[in-house]
């Protein structure tokens, strides 16, 4: 079948399917005239490929896994993939204990809120300490927990700009790096990636991002400090 046959088939657009020729995760075998040919077996693969990649593997852990699912038995297969899950996890229920770190001290945050009076008079340092309810003054500044980084958007704007990355990164392979998240896209991608990452540095300067651009494509590195975490998540993971 051609491009387009195998891309209405599997529901992954064609810009996909070669930029996952180009990384070696689906040959493709090359008719007369020169246009790409696929078999039955390549809706299979395609499948394989999107659950590992919802998973959260990269595309370099994918090709490996690939290898031996290809021409290995199963139980091969399984050993290939248990260590990466068994890894992947541990990283989801670390980043779980900070969401929850996170969640409570928001929670002490809105008690101590909503126990403030409602003075007419300018607000004093009892107003200042939402994260330490019963502490003031300097040591509770110190040991008081580090408030989350936020994004300035709001509203319809935010709203706007989570569906642009969702958009741009639906069908992108993704993987934990230090601080964040790892996304492979096709080099056309390029051009709108970068739009849209000049766009977030306005409203969300602590977030990181690197831009490799070479003959296998894009690939985009998010990260931010701990305290900026939960918007990593947010903007990759969604």
Do not use: N
């Not at 019963?134 to 709203?159: F, V």
């Not at 741009?168 to 056309?188: H, N």
């Amino acid at each position: 079948m051609r491009v387009s046959q195998l891309a209405a088939l599997s529901g992954v657009p064609a810009t996909t399917l070669r930029f996952y020729e180009q990384e070696g995760l689906l040959p493709a075998a090359r008719t007369a005239a020169g246009y790409r040919s696929y078999g039955p077996a390549a809706v299979d693969r395609l499948a394989f490929i999107g659950t590992a990649k919802h998973l959260g593997l990269p595309l370099a852990e994918i090709r490996e896994v690939l290898s031996v699912w290809e021409g290995g038995a199963c139980r091969d297969v399984r050993a290939q993939l248990r260590p990466r899950l068994a890894a992947r996890l541990a990283h989801a229920s670390a980043r779980r204990r900070e969401l929850a770190c996170f969640e409570r001290h928001l929670g002490a945050a809105l008690a101590h809120l909503d126990a403030l009076p409602a003075r007419s008079s300018a607000c004093d340092s009892g107003c200042s300490f939402l994260g330490d309810p019963t502490g003031s003054g300097s040591d509770a500044a110190a040991s008081a927990p580090q408030p989350a980084l936020a994004c300035s958007l709001t509203g319809s704007a935010h709203e706007a700009r989570t569906d642009a990355w969702r958009r741009l990164l639906a069908t992108s392979p993704r993987g934990a790096v230090a601080g964040g998240y790892a996304v492979d896209l096709p080099s056309e991608a390029a051009e709108e990636t970068l739009a849209l990452v000049r766009e977030e540095q306005r409203c969300c300067p602590f977030l990181t991002f690197r831009l490799q651009l070479d003959a296998s494509g894009l690939r985009l590195e998010v990260t931010a400090p701990p305290e900026g975490q939960q918007l990593v998540d947010l903007l990759v993971l969604h």
